[in-house]
């Protein structure tokens, strides 16, 4: 049978502390089967193609169904390259329930997830339940290739509100209800940035104002495009100095309209204009803090113990931090043109996570990371920036996340 391709292509999303994992974990499946698909509208292959690029055989739902293979084209892909994903299922028995598609895209060496690829098979064409017996079912979309370090590996499954559907074949997926996809070898390696952070010989004044002169001896750092290191719409820099009890973080964000609609503590700030900054302190790519500011002088503030561990276990953490906001105009009001607003930090270095030493010590090397979200227009058209490019939509991409030296 011919079949008529439809091909996806799907943008890895921006993500602040947004958490883009399908589904819950592995439960038992329920609910009941969905409708079939009427007129045909599934298109299907009588035979497999001939090789895969990755073959697999997982099964699920007791050989219900099975996972072929994939190819994907170009075999080797550079960074930037449009990636053609085909994938090749059959259905070999009936599976109860509603379940829906799922692909992360993993880190080969950290296995931390950095993006999400999840769509409706066939375009919502071919839900799973709908397939006929014994008929291969090709689904094909496609992401562009990050310029990430080492290689990346696809992870696919089927979730629904239950959890995700149980697989047969252990040896082939990872232990979490997902199946082992494609590995891409990423040929290019972008080196991880460095900002080397001064000892403050005075602490600064939390005022929002960056007029100390502890500011003038830091570095000023500029952010780039979040994505792929690109150049920015509106210029924002950071600084950042220490001394035994504290780290201070100093951002400077040009912006014709200042604006933000929440007040409270832990309030989802991330979703309007805010400045941001992760700290991994022992370097381990795991335990990690986040830490952010509105121009409302909003703070969010939470502890993960891994890449987007639990957000309400960890929003309970209490960071201490102390912040200031200063605006050159006229906060919330869009009839008018402002000019920028700067933001002070005031963070203890005691009460982040899993910090080596107290107080830090000349030499010591830490993981993060700094951002800024901005909303164009309001809500709208919005730019994620940050120090060290992400390659992926996700400002929680750990094997990302540069190197901050302490001087």
């Not at 060496?109 to 999400?116: A, E, K, M, S």
């Not at 900002?195 to 005022?207: F, G, N, Q, T, W």
């Not at 805010?274 to 002088?297: C, I, M, R, W």
Request: hydrophobic share 40%; aromatic share 10%; net charge negative.
């Amino acid at each position: 049978m011919r079949l008529i391709r439809l091909s996806l292509v799907v943008v890895l999303a921006l993500a602040g502390c947004r958490d883009e994992q399908a589904g819950p974990k592995p439960k038992a499946p329920r609910g009941p089967a969905p409708a079939p698909v009427q007129g045909g509208q599934v298109r299907v292959l009588d035979a497999p193609p001939a090789s895969f690029t990755h073959s697999s055989g997982a099964t699920w739902a007791g050989g219900a169904v099975t996972y072929l293979g994939s190819i994907v084209e170009p075999a080797r892909p550079k960074a930037g390259d449009q990636v053609q994903l085909r994938h090749y299922f059959r259905a070999d028995g009936a599976v109860n329930g509603q379940w829906r598609f799922f692909m992360h895209v993993m880190d080969e060496t950290t296995r931390q997830q950095v993006g999400n690829l999840d769509h409706e098979l066939q375009n919502g064409a071919a839900p799973l339940g709908s397939w006929p017996r014994g008929k291969i079912i090709e689904d094909v979309h496609g992401f562009q290739m990050p310029a990430i370090q080492g290689s990346l590996r696809l992870f696919l499954g089927f979730w629904s509100d239950s959890g995700r559907l149980p697989i047969d074949t252990a040896a082939l997926s990872d232990g979490d209800g997902r199946v082992l996809g494609p590995k891409l070898e990423a040929p290019g390696q972008v080196a991880l940035p460095e900002y080397s952070m001064v000892r403050a010989a005075k602490a600064p004044v939390i005022d929002g104002k960056l007029d100390d002169a502890v500011w003038q001896t830091a570095k000023e750092q500029p952010l780039t495009r979040s994505y792929d290191g690109g150049p920015i719409t509106r210029k924002t820099t950071f600084r950042m100095v220490y001394d035994d009890a504290f780290l201070y973080v100093a951002f400077r964000a040009e912006d014709p309209d200042v604006w933000g609609s929440l007040r409270n503590k832990d309030d989802s700030i991330y979703n309007e204009d805010v400045v941001e900054v992760f700290l991994d302190a022992d370097a381990d790519g795991k335990t990690y803090n986040e830490l952010q500011v509105s121009p409302h002088n909003v703070n969010f503030d939470a502890s993960f113990v891994a890449r987007r561990s639990d957000l309400p276990t960890a929003m309970k953490w209490e960071s201490g931090m102390k912040s200031a906001v200063f605006v050159k105009g006229t906060l919330d009001d869009d009839s008018d043109t402002d000019e920028y607003w700067t933001a002070e930090m005031q963070i203890p270095i005691a009460n982040l996570t899993s910090v080596p030493h107290v107080p830090p010590v000349k030499g010591d090397r830490w993981r993060f990371n700094a951002y800024r979200l901005e909303h164009i227009a309001r809500r709208t058209n919005i730019e994620g920036q940050s120090f060290s490019p992400l390659f992926v939509g996700d400002f929680h991409a750990l094997p990302r996340f540069g190197w901050l030296v302490f001087e």
